[in-house]
């Protein structure tokens, strides 16, 4: 997931966390990515996936809430193919449905290999 308040950057919410409490072999950090290479097919956590019972573990975060604030939410068909900058830009330009529409547009032309999934979050005010 992707975060922008009204005048913040796009800020990633970090994967790269292990996590004791659900067992050894939940990480959530793949191998360093070669030079140059910002995307990799290793999957480094999912929910679910064993025939067994597996604790899940998902990723929270918590954050102050203000009225204006827009979250982008999104999958790596998002992230993979388009850098940060490029995320921020968009945001700032575009107003939430824009947005979505000219970010999809953006991982398509830059070839985006994945599923594109993505919505803009607006806290409202009361």
Known sequence: MAAAGQDAAVTHESQRHQYPMCGPTV?????P?????????????????????????????????????RYLVCTDGLTDPLPTDVLDEVMREHDDGRAVFELWKAAITAGGPDNITLAVVRIGGE
Do not use: K
Not at 27 to 31: E, F, K, L, R, V
Not at 49 to 69: E, F, M, W
């Open 27 to 31: 990480i959530a950090a793949g191998p």
């Open 33 to 69: 990515l070669e030079p140059g290479q910002r995307t990799t097919s290793l999957v480094t956590q999912c929910l679910g996936g064993t025939l067994g019972y597996r604790a899940i573990c998902p990723h929270v975060t918590a954050a102050v809430l203000s009225s204006g604030d």
